[in-house]
């Protein structure tokens, strides 16, 4: 029973707009194991902004006044975008790419942690997923290229398990881990999939990573995962 999530607890997505945010909140709205299901992006009400830690501090004490969250699942990231590529080689490194890449890949996470993580029950199963990458681990990087998000990846990598280590301290059922949610056909992944990799649809994903979750028991606190529960390296 300690495996398992207290119905009457609340799930938050923290990214609902996004391709694998969006499947996540379908995924959990039809299980119905949630007491309620509640949505964040930049155009939730109220919004949460990674890069505005008062929308952050904000969007927390909501939560918090819907009642206990049981399941936190931080699916936002950024690859490309507004001038941003993942770079192929280190010439084409730009300051500015890099700080976008850490300022939503792992600061604006460190901080979900920073003001979700008070607000889970000392008892009982809680979790917090962050949706990391594969390319984030340095063990398997054997191909170079997307410095920035892969080294974003491999800090909020390390904020994960650091979180995780200081939970287990006041939290001894909660599990903070980081998951990979393999290649997922999204706006974020879609043109660099290369053909051969197998790319799952956002429905079949979410269903993966929530299979993953409900799985979760306090080893595993501090893990980085695949969808199937499987540890990465790091
Ligand atoms: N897709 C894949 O193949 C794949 C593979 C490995 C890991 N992942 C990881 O899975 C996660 C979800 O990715 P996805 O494929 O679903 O990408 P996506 O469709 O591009 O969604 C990205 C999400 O991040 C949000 N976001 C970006 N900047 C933000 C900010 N400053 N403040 C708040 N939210 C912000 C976006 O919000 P807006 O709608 O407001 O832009 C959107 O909700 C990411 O962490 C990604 O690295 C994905």
Known sequence: MDDNFDPYGNAI??????GIG????????????????IGLSRTSDPALDLTDEDSIRSAASYVGDMGTPRLVIIATGVLHGQGMEPEKSH????????A????????????????????FSKSGKSVMAALSAKVGSIGDNHLGGWYSYRASKAALNQIVHTAAIELRRSHPKAVCVALHPGTVDTGLSG??????L?????DSAAEALIGCVDRLKPENNGAFLDRTGEPLPW
């Open 191 to 196: 043109k660099f999939a290369k053909s051969g």
């Open 13 to 18: 997505v923290i990214g609902a707009s996004g």
């Open 198 to 202: 197998t790319v799952q649809p956002v």
């Open 91 to 98: 010439r084409a490194l730009t300051a500015a790419s890099m």
């Open 22 to 37: 969006a499947a996540l909140m379908r995924k959990l709205e039809s299980d119905g194991k949630f007491r309620k299901v």
């Open 100 to 119: 976008n890449s850490y300022a939503v890949n792992t600061i604006g996470p460190a901080l979900i942690m920073k003001h979700f993580l008070p607000l």
